[in-house]
Structure formats: C-alpha cells, structure tokens
C-alpha cells in the first residue's frame, strides 16, 4: 500500500456506555496509532457517565450530539468530518484483537471489487453479569465459525467494519434506524448494487459485550419491522453468518404454526393437532440442530436445554415484529402515496 492508502479515520459511536466504552477506547486508540489515524467518538446524547469518561482521553475528537437518534446517525456525523480516505468504524461495546485495523485497512485496499471488508465476531462474551446473554452471543456468532480465512456476505457488518469514504458516500451512508439496529443489511445491499463485495475476515477479530435475551427480544421487535421493507425490495434472505437467514424464517414461521395449533387443541380438543404440533417442532428441532450442537460445543448441555427455550423467544419477536408491521401497513402505504401526490409550492 502507499502512504495514503495507511491512514484510516476510526469512527466510534457511542450512548450510554460507560461500562464498556473505556475498555474498547483503550484498544482502539493502541491499534489506531499502528498506522496514521484519528479517532473520532460520537457520543448519541448518552445520559449516563459516558461523555466524562470519554473527556479522560486525549487522543480523540469527541462530537457530542445533542439528540439521541441511533447508531447509524451517530456514525454518518463522526464520518462527515474525516479527514482520511479509509473510515473504519468500531462500535463501543467491542474489544478488538491486535493488528485488527491495520489488517481490515491493508485487506480493503487490495482489489478494485471490495465495498467493505468486516471483522469476526468470536464467542467469548464480554458479559459475565448475565447468562442468556451467553445464548444472544452463539446466536449471532453462528455461521462465523464455517469461515476459514474470509467470506463474502450479504451484509457490511456494523459493529467493525472499514469502507473508503468515496464508496461510504456513493452508497448513502448509514441508514438511520432509532430503537433497533441492523444499518448492516441496508448498506449490504448498496454496497452490492454497487456491484462491490462484502467481505468478512478473520484475519480482525472482536468480542462483544451482548445485551441479554430480554433486551434482545425487544430490539428484534423493532429490527423485523424495519428490515421487512428492505426484504420486499431485494426479495432475497440475507447470507449465513448474518441473522436475517431463510432458516430464521422458516423456524420463526413453525414457531406460528406450534402456536396456532396450541389454541385449535384447546378449542376443538382434538388430538390431530397436538401430533400436527409435535411433528413441527421435530421439523424444527431438525432445522436448528446444528446451532444447538454448536451451542453445546461451546457452552455444554445446560446452553443447549436453554437454547430450546431461546429459540422460541427469538421467533416469537420475529413474530410480534412481522405482525406489527402488517399492522401498520395501511398507515404506512397511506403516507406513502399522500408524499407521491404532495404539490409543492
């Protein structure tokens, strides 16, 4: 690489985490100054200790927001005022591994077909104050573990990622999504329309600090809702190793299926429907039995029985998320032409 082709401008976004944020900084700033860089932390309006802690450290820029309107904003103002070609961007719950920036930045470089070059996620939680927590981390680990050296994905993944500035604005940036996630599958898609490669990486690693199963139920809630319009528009489920896969799907709709009969049982008593239920839940079981092996693998037997239990709750968001957004179709569609038929002034 040429010199230009060395600098990096890392971007961390960043609300209310003051339990983590100091412990990735550190880190970050470490593996930043093996290269020239600036490291540039938007802090979304947090309301705990977090922007005086951030104030601690002397080797960042520190943009304060005054509104607190997600990650995907967060990251589009930190990469506004960059002043490198190369933008990486590291979330603030991560602890990423040595020579993890240099090698996203020197693998990004390398061929003319690359939109964005991402990071792997590893299996060891950085949460140790809950255990489902340990269940949200082999659920969004799982397909990661089948990359040998890189794979290309369907998605630019979010949490660790780098992408020239040049393709970052082409693309249109980050796609701002409040109460959620998932910016990750909407540039995917750009970056692919672009006729550019996603590539994750395992030469860059990173653990996370994963929210436990209660929260994860709620952000699913709103991740469906916004992700099935992007789904209408590519009519194509995303890549293993990414959660939005026809798998989750299918077990998510055997999951409606398992309950629909449980209410024909109560209701018409008739035995048909609970071996109907049974058969599905094998149809299931045989749909999710490598994630449960991989789950025991990494956290025994105790992981795998709470992961039968697990399931069902990640497909009933994806339920309740789908639901709601039927729900709110008609008002949706009906701001929708009110915009297409506006008059300006």
Same mark, same amino acid.
């Given at each position: 690489?040429?010199?230009?082709?060395?600098k990096?401008?890392?971007?961390?976004p960043?609300?209310?985490?003051?339990?983590?944020?100091?412990?990735?900084?550190?880190?970050?700033?470490?593996?930043?100054?093996?290269?020239?860089?600036e490291?540039?932390?938007?802090d979304?309006?947090?309301?705990?200790?977090?922007?005086?802690i951030?104030?601690?450290f002397? /080797?960042?820029?520190?943009?304060?927001?005054d509104?607190?309107?997600?990650?995907?904003?967060?990251?589009?103002?930190?990469?506004?005022?960059?002043?490198?070609?190369?933008?990486?961007?590291?979330?603030?719950?991560?602890?990423?591994?040595?020579?993890?920036?240099?090698?996203?930045?020197?693998?990004?470089?390398?061929? /003319?077909?690359?939109?964005?070059?991402?990071? &792997?996620?590893?299996?060891?939680?950085l949460?140790?104050? %809950?255990?489902?927590?340990?269940?949200?981390?082999?659920?969004s680990?799982?397909?990661t573990?089948?990359?040998?050296?890189?794979?290309?994905?369907? &998605?630019?993944c979010?949490?660790?990622?780098?992408?020239?500035?040049?393709?970052?604005?082409?693309?249109?940036?980050?796609?701002?999504?409040?109460n959620?996630?998932?910016?990750e599958?909407?540039?995917?898609?750009?970056?692919k329309?672009?006729?550019?490669? %996603?590539?994750?990486?395992?030469?860059?690693r990173?653990?996370?600090?994963?929210?436990?199963?209660?929260?994860?139920?709620?952000?699913?809630?709103?991740?469906?809702q916004?992700?099935?319009?992007? *789904?209408?528009?590519?009519?194509?489920?995303?890549s293993?190793?990414?959660?939005?896969? #026809?798998g989750?799907?299918?077990?998510?709709l055997?999951?409606?299926?398992?309950?629909?009969?449980?209410?024909?049982?109560?209701? *018409?008593?008739?035995?048909?429907y609970?071996?109907?239920f049974?058969?599905l839940?094998?149809l299931?079981?045989?749909?999710?039995?490598k #994630?449960?092996?991989?789950?025991?693998?990494?956290?025994? *037997?105790?992981?795998l029985? *709470?992961?039968?239990?697990g399931?069902?709750?990640?497909?009933?968001?994806?339920?309740?998320g789908?639901?709601?957004?039927?729900?709110?179709?008609?008002?949706?569609?009906?701001?929708s032409?009110?915009?297409?038929?506006?008059?300006? /002034?």
């Amino acid at each position: 690489m040429d010199s230009s082709e060395c600098k990096v401008s890392v971007i961390v976004p960043v609300h209310n985490s003051e339990k983590t944020i100091s412990y990735c900084l550190k880190k970050v700033i470490t593996e930043s100054k093996k290269l020239e860089s600036e490291v540039i932390v938007v802090d979304d309006a947090s309301t705990d200790n977090t922007l005086n802690i951030l104030k601690e450290f002397k /080797d960042i820029k520190i943009i304060s927001l005054d509104h607190n309107t997600g990650a995907g904003n967060a990251r589009n103002e930190g990469a506004n005022i960059a002043k490198y070609d190369n933008l990486c961007f590291v979330d603030s719950d991560i602890y990423i591994s040595d020579n993890s920036i240099i090698n996203l930045i020197k693998r990004l470089n390398k061929g /003319d077909n690359i939109g964005s070059i991402s990071g &792997t996620q590893d299996t060891n939680n950085l949460n140790k104050n %809950n255990w489902s927590s340990n269940f949200v981390c082999l659920k969004s680990c799982y397909g990661t573990d089948e990359i040998n050296h890189e794979k290309i994905l369907s &998605t630019c993944c979010s949490e660790f990622c780098a992408i020239s500035k040049e393709l970052f604005l082409k693309a249109g940036k980050w796609k701002v999504l409040t109460n959620a996630g998932g910016e990750e599958f909407a540039l995917g898609y750009k970056i692919k329309k672009l006729e550019k490669n %996603n590539i994750k990486t395992k030469e860059s690693r990173y653990s996370g600090y994963w929210c436990d199963l209660n929260t994860r139920f709620k952000r699913i809630i709103q991740r469906t809702q916004k992700y099935i319009p992007l *789904f209408l528009k590519k009519k194509s489920f995303d890549s293993k190793g990414t959660f939005a896969t #026809f798998g989750q799907s299918l077990s998510s709709l055997i999951t409606l299926i398992m309950i629909l009969n449980i209410f024909l049982v109560l209701i *018409f008593k008739n035995h048909i429907y609970f071996y109907i239920f049974l058969t599905l839940y094998l149809l299931q079981l045989i749909i999710e039995l490598k #994630f449960l092996i991989f789950a025991k693998n990494k956290f025994g *037997f105790k992981m795998l029985l *709470f992961s039968l239990y697990g399931i069902q709750v990640i497909n009933l968001a994806i339920i309740i998320g789908f639901l709601f957004y039927i729900f709110k179709l008609p008002f949706i569609l009906k701001k929708s032409y009110l915009k297409k038929i506006e008059i300006p /002034d």
